[in-house]
């Protein structure tokens, strides 16, 4: 045992938050850090025992969509309401606008030529961050009719572009433009040639989503209780097979014992194959990150006190978590990597 891992497993998966906590500075947290929860031996090992949640920045209206530039050493983000994208600076921590109008952008990547993918609620399409400046569209009809709303889009390494649109972005004129549905809500898949194809609608709201390991499996988060009143509160998986998805199931459920069900969003895989969901809609002792095992079992808790919109893994060595936490920005370092570029 070293002091990297000097924490105990708890013995049931219900924790307090830490009361009024003073994400400053001025009031340090004692190590090891209490809100980064071990709920199974597996987060013991991955939980680091001499380091803690940062608060970044703070003040956005709904922050989304974090993604991280390798080459830059930069984390990209949206704050959708105020149509805007900012820029953290790993070097100084330096906070800045980078695009402005963006777009009412929610979800970002960055492809394997180190370009920026954005998921445009205001625009209702895929687009591409150039790097002569320009901007390119990539996807914005589906059978010759509009896009509801694209929301979190993740890269393949065959150079495909896979991107959920639950129409979340049209449904008020708060994180885009009221306009109806002109699609079901559902998973697309952008050729390297242009072609768009729907891979599944077998999904009530789809919503983050991410590859495992080997991109053998596409994890996606279904938030379509927001509407749906029978939808499940859970993370569905499906198999990767070619250019489609077969068998889909249920992942996880997003229900904690002793706390409720709420519900998951923007979600990443370390190299393992754990899964890490942003989570919220319950409050205290739920809502930040729940991290579940590749067989769906929930072994960790990042706790936060705000509403978790969405993860990805960044830093130097890509180990440390960041987290969009609605009205804030934080991360966490931890004792492994994420699978992939972003």
């Known amino acids: 045992m070293t002091r990297r891992n000097f924490l ?3 013995a049931a998966p ?20 209490p809100d980064v929860i071990a709920l199974e031996p597996a987060f013991a090992k991955i939980k680091i025992g001499n380091t803690t949640i940062l608060r970044h920045a703070t003040g956005f209206l709904w922050a989304e969509g974090p993604a991280w530039h390798g080459g830059g050493k930069y984390l990209v983000w949206s704050d959708i309401p105020n149509n805007k994208q900012y820029r953290w600076i790993e070097d100084d921590g330096h906070v800045s606008v980078i695009h402005e109008p963006a777009g009412y952008s929610n979800g970002n990547t960055f492809d394997y030529q180190g370009r920026q993918i954005s998921c445009e609620h205001g625009n209702r399409r895929v687009s591409r961050y150039e ?4 901007t390119s569209v990539l996807a914005d009809k589906f059978e010759g009719k509009p896009l509801n709303a694209p929301n979190d889009a993740v890269v393949h390494p065959d150079g495909s572009i896979w991107f959920t649109d639950p129409g979340y972005g049209i449904l008020q004129n708060y994180e885009g433009n ?8 559902a998973i697309y898949r952008i050729d390297p040639a242009g072609g768009i194809t729907k891979v599944s609608d077998e999904i009530y709201k789809p919503n983050g989503l991410c590859f495992s390991p080997d991109y053998k499996k596409l994890y996606v988060a279904d938030t379509g209780s927001t509407h749906y009143p029978q939808a499940p509160k859970n993370i569905k998986v499906w198999d990767v097979e070619g250019k489609g998805l077969r068998g889909g199931k249920q992942f996880c459920s997003m229900e904690l014992p002793g706390k409720g069900a709420g519900l998951a969003d923007g979600i ?28 769906g079992q929930r072994i960790g808790l990042i706790l936060l006190p705000e509403i978790c919109a969405n993860v990805c893994f960044g830093g130097t060595r890509r180990n440390r978590l960041f987290m969009c936490g609605s009205q804030s920005l934080y991360s966490v370092y931890l004792e492994t990597r994420g699978a992939h570029i972003c």
Request: hydrophobic share 30%; net charge negative; aromatic share 10%.
């Open 131 to 134: 790097l002569n400046g320009t």
């Open 8 to 10: 105990p497993v708890l």
């Open 268 to 295: 990443r895989a370390d190299v393992e194959g754990n899964i890490y969901a942003s989570a919220g809609w319950v409050g205290e002792g739920y809502d930040g990150v729940h991290v579940f095992s590749p067989q």
């Open 178 to 185: 009221k306009a109806e549905m002109s699609q079901k809500e």
């Open 14 to 33: 219900v924790a307090a938050q830490t009361p009024n906590r003073d994400y400053s500075g001025q009031r340090p947290i004692r190590y090891p850090e």
